[in-house]
């Protein structure tokens, strides 16, 4: 008796593993699968970018060199975002690119069309990408 008591019932202890595997076990895979889907949008292909940043970027074609997350022929946004450049700095670096702040990078073709509202507009959605 004393025995039989002692021998755990099988569909119990299967119960209580099935009852154990909680949110937190697939916290990480989840999280996984979530980075996974954002990695793929944010290359580029569906981002959503506000109007006027898109439009910038249509005329200067900016999204051929750089992309959301990854490098490209340029920086991703999102380390050129962690310069915190001014609007004013933006367009500077614009008409007059600085490779050496780059290296490892080739140099970037100088914007010279790149107007200063345009540099406001990327500078103010650079900023926003960071929180
Ligand atoms: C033909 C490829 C190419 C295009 C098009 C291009 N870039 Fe770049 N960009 C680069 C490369 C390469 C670098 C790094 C080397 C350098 O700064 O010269 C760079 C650097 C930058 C930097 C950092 C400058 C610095 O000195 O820190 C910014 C900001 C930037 N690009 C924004 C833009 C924007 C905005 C556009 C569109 C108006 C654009 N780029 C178009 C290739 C490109």
Request: aromatic fraction near 10%; hydrophobic fraction near 45%.
């Amino acid at each position: 008796m004393v025995a039989y008591r002692a021998a755990p019932r099988r569909d119990v202890a299967l119960a209580e593993n099935a009852r154990r595997l909680t949110f937190a076990d697939v916290k990480p895979v989840a999280l996984l699968f979530c980075l996974h889907f954002y990695g793929i949008l944010s290359v580029g292909l569906a981002q959503p970018m506000p109007a006027d940043v898109k439009q910038v970027m249509g005329r200067y074609a900016c999204t051929t060199c750089h992309a959301f997350e990854v490098r490209l022929v340029g920086p991703s946004w999102r380390e050129l975002a962690k310069r915190n450049y001014t609007p004013k700095q933006l367009a500077a670096l614009m008409r007059k690119p600085q490779p050496e702040n780059w290296p490892n990078y080739p140099p970037m073709e100088p914007v010279p069309t790149f107007t200063n509202a345009d540099a406001k507009i990327i500078a103010d959605w650079l900023k926003q990408l960071k929180n």
